[in-house]
Every structure is written in structure tokens, then in C-alpha cells.
């Protein structure tokens, strides 16, 4: 059975950091690219970054670049979002998603086939 399992969700204050993780279980972890996805109530889904684990290649959206690192350990199947700088817009419902071999969907929006459950990230002012 695919799951993916987020954690790692909290309470700060803005400027500071928080470090997600995405834990996979049930396929082929080396095919597949890894992408962190944030939601708040009425507003569409946004995809936050993603690592293409074949080669390497990550995508930041423009809000979070130089902000947000994505990394993998393939050894544990886990894919983390460290989160430096954090703002009170950061604050979401923070998903991770798996889509074959590349970012493609993560950047387009495209249909994702897995999905974790989510974690929350709630950064005060």
C-alpha cells in the first residue's frame, strides 16, 4: 500500500524555522519526484517545491525561493522542506505528493497520483 506520512507542522514566530518531512512507503522511492504542496481555506492549492530524485533537479515557487530547501535521504525514503525565514504567508496546510520520474505536475499543477496527509505550519506575526 502507498502512504506517504508529512510531519514535522508547528507554531513559530515569523523569521523563524521549521523542517517538514515526507516519509514514503509502498513504491519505488528512487522513480519518483517528491513535491510539497500548501493550502489555506479559499484559496487554491500551491505547489511549494519539488525534487526530481533521479537527477537531482529541485523547483522553488518564487515565494519561497531562498527560503525553503528541499533535500532527500534515500535511505529512509524521506524527503524534508526545511523552512528558514518563515512569514505569517507561510502559514498552511503543508502536503507532500509523489508523482513519477520528474516535477512536472508539481510545477503545472497537474494531477499528483499519491498524496500524504497533511501537517499543519502556523507562523505568528
Given at each position: 500500500e502507498v502512504q506517504l506520512q508529512a510531519s514535522g507542522g508547528g507554531?513559530?514566530?515569523a523569521g523563524g524555522f521549521l523542517r517538514l518531512s515526507c516519509e514514503a512507503?509502498?513504491?519505488s522511492f528512487d522513480d519518483y519526484a517528491i513535491g510539497w504542496f500548501r493550502q489555506v481555506p479559499g484559496k487554491e492549492?500551491?505547489?511549494v517545491s519539488c525534487i526530481n530524485k533521479r537527477d537531482g533537479s529541485t523547483y522553488y515557487a518564487d515565494p519561497v525561493k531562498g527560503r525553503f530547501t528541499i533535500s532527500s535521504d534515500n535511505a529512509k525514503n524521506?524527503?524534508?522542506?526545511?523552512m528558514n525565514s518563515l512569514k505569517p504567508e507561510d502559514s498552511a496546510?503543508?502536503?507532500c505528493a509523489a508523482e513519477l520520474y520528474n516535477c512536472l505536475n508539481t510545477v503545472t499543477g497537474g494531477a499528483m497520483p499519491y498524496w500524504g496527509?497533511?501537517?499543519q505550519v502556523t507562523v505568528s506575526s
Open positions: 507554531w513559530v514566530q512507503y509502498g513504491f492549492r500551491e505547489g524521506t524527503v524534508y522542506l526545511q496546510l503543508y502536503y496527509e497533511g501537517t
